[in-house]
C-alpha cells in the first residue's frame, strides 16, 4: 500500500509540473467581460445591435418593435427572433473575415501591410469586434497596442456562436416514442444467390501408344 501511494504521489507531482509549465507557456488572454443583460428578442425588446443586424439583413424594425420581413411582406415571429439574429451575425462576422483575408492575402503575410491596408483591416476588426468570439479575436490582437486592446476586451461578444437558441424556441418532440429503425424502414431483401462453380479445366490425357504386333 505504501509503494502504491507513493507512485500516485510521484504521478500526481508530474502532472502538476507540467500542466503548470502548460499554463505558463501559454500566452495571455484577458478574460472576456461577461454580457450585460439585454432586452429579449423574444418578447419584443431589441438592442443596438440587434436592430443593427436586422437593419443591414435588409428587415425593418418598426417603432412598435414589429421585425417586417419585407421579401415576404409579413412580419417575423418573436420566437424565430432570436435564431434569425443569429444568423445574421454570422453572416456580418463571415464577410467581414473575407474583406480581411483578401486584402492581407494580397501581401502574404499580415505584418508587410502597407499604412494604408493596415488601417483598413484595423477597422474592419474594430467594428466587427463585438460578434468575433474568443478564438477570433486571439488571432486579430496583433494588429492593436495594448492600449487598443485594453479598450477592446472591454466589449463583451455577442452573438459569436450558432447556440442562442434556446430550448424553448424549437418545437417540441415526443421522447417517449421510439423511433422507427432505418433497418426496418428498408424493403426486404431476397437472399443472395450462390456464386456458380467454376468449372475446372481438365488436362488432356495423352493417347496410349499401340501395342507392337507379335511376330
Given at each position: 500500500m505504501t509503494a502504491r501511494l507513493a507512485l500516485a504521489?510521484?504521478?500526481?507531482?508530474?502532472w502538476s509540473g507540467t500542466a503548470?509549465?502548460?499554463v505558463a507557456a501559454s500566452p495571455a488572454l484577458p478574460a472576456a467581460p461577461a454580457p450585460a443583460?439585454?432586452?429579449?428578442?423574444?418578447t419584443g425588446g431589441l438592442d443596438p445591435l440587434a436592430k443593427d443586424l436586422l437593419t443591414q439583413g435588409g428587415y425593418e424594425v418598426r417603432a412598435d418593435g414589429t421585425v417586417w420581413d419585407k421579401i415576404a411582406d409579413a412580419p417575423v415571429p418573436a420566437r424565430d427572433r432570436t435564431y434569425l439574429i443569429s444568423r445574421l451575425a454570422s453572416a456580418r462576422r463571415m464577410k467581414a473575415l473575407?474583406?480581411?483575408?483578401?486584402?492581407v492575402n494580397r501581401y502574404g503575410r499580415h505584418d508587410k501591410l502597407s499604412p494604408e491596408d493596415?488601417?483598413?483591416v484595423r477597422a474592419l476588426v474594430r467594428a466587427n469586434w463585438v460578434v468575433f468570439g474568443d478564438g477570433i479575436r486571439r488571432g486579430?490582437?496583433?494588429y492593436f497596442s495594448l492600449e487598443e486592446l485594453d479598450a477592446l476586451d472591454k466589449i463583451a461578444p455577442r452573438y459569436d456562436r450558432m447556440d442562442t437558441v434556446t430550448v424553448a424556441d424549437l418545437p417540441p418532440v415526443s421522447v417517449t416514442a421510439d423511433a422507427p429503425s432505418v433497418m426496418?424502414?428498408?424493403?426486404p431483401q431476397a437472399p443472395a444467390a450462390a456464386p456458380a462453380a467454376t468449372p475446372t479445366p481438365v488436362a488432356a490425357v495423352p493417347a496410349a501408344a499401340p501395342a507392337a504386333a507379335a511376330p
Open positions: 504521489l510521484s504521478a500526481a507531482l508530474v503548470r509549465a502548460a443583460p439585454q432586452p429579449s428578442p423574444q473575407l474583406q480581411i483575408d483578401n486584402i493596415l488601417e483598413a486579430l490582437r496583433s426496418a424502414t428498408l424493403p
